[in-house]
T-cell receptor, first 113, second 111 residues
Framework: DAGITQSPRHKVTETGTPVTLRCHQT?????MYWYRQDPGHGLRLIHY???????DKGEVSDGYSVSRSKTEDFLLTLESATSSQTSVYFC????????????FGPGTRLTVT | EDKVVQSPLSLVVHEGDTVTLNCSYE??????LLWYKQEKKAPTFLFMLTSSGIEKKSGRLSSILDKKELFSILNITATQTGDSAVYLCAVSIQGAQKLVFGQGTRLTINP
């Protein structure tokens, strides 16, 4: 299995609080992605990174920000969590970009009450 | 808008049956199509298809792409209970760093 970990694995938080999810990889892959998975929607891309300090938006980026200060870490921040952000969040990595297989982390289940 | 549609959304069969899962797409600048299997955890990669008509095969699973009709199928023969999972189809877009995923097909294999 690709060396990807996510933390925390489960989190319950209240509406309006800030939340940061962490993705850590040991593969030295250049590309990292954050997805959310909701019933009926499959996986949707939130943000991605193509290098240290290089990030861009995905299709559902509103309400989320990211940072990548080191190759191995990609952080996803919900500045002020809302109930609509209750979801399972997956991090993925890729050595050469999205046309090649992406390897997914174990996921973080976030509940916003 | 780029779109990937999978069918059926849910399928229940008996062990030993053969199943065919469908994935159709409408995207700008197609690059490749990927299949993933998701059990109660992270999706795991199955196949990547880039050329029409060339079957990819791994054990009892096989997949083929039709770039003219814009679809792919995933076949599973002699199904086993361990094949129960959500199967995700995704399309990679040329020049864009993203995968567009379908909704997934939930496959249940009953003994």
């Amino acid at each position: 299995d690709a060396g990807i970990t996510q933390s925390p694995r489960h989190k319950v938080t209240e509406t309006g609080t800030p939340v940061t999810l962490r993705c850590h990889q040991t593969e030295n892959h250049r590309y990292m992605y954050w997805y959310r998975q909701d019933p009926g929607h499959g996986l949707r891309l939130i943000h991605y990174s193509y290098g240290v300090k290089d990030t861009d938006k995905g299709e559902v980026s509103d309400g989320y920000s990211v940072s990548r200060s080191k190759t191995e870490d990609f952080l996803l921040t919900l500045e002020s969590a809302t109930s609509s952000q209750t979801s399972v969040y997956f991090c993925a990595i890729s050595a050469t970009g999205s046309s090649y297989e992406q390897y997914f982390g174990p996921g973080t289940r976030l509940t916003v009450t | 808008e780029d779109k990937v549609v999978q069918s059926p959304l849910s399928l229940v069969v008996h062990e030993g049956d053969t199943v065919t899962l469908n994935c159709s797409y409408e995207v700008t600048n197609f690059r490749s199509l990927l299949w993933y299997k998701q059990e109660k955890k992270a999706p795991t990669f199955l196949f990547m298809l880039t050329s029409s008509g060339i079957e990819k095969k791994s054990g009892r699973l096989s997949s083929i792409l039709d770039k003219k009709e814009l679809f792919s199928i995933l076949n599973i023969t002699a199904t086993q209970t361990g094949d129960s999972a959500v199967y995700l189809c995704a399309v990679s877009i040329q020049g864009a760093q993203k995968l567009v995923f379908g909704q997934g097909t939930r496959l249940t294999i009953n003994p």
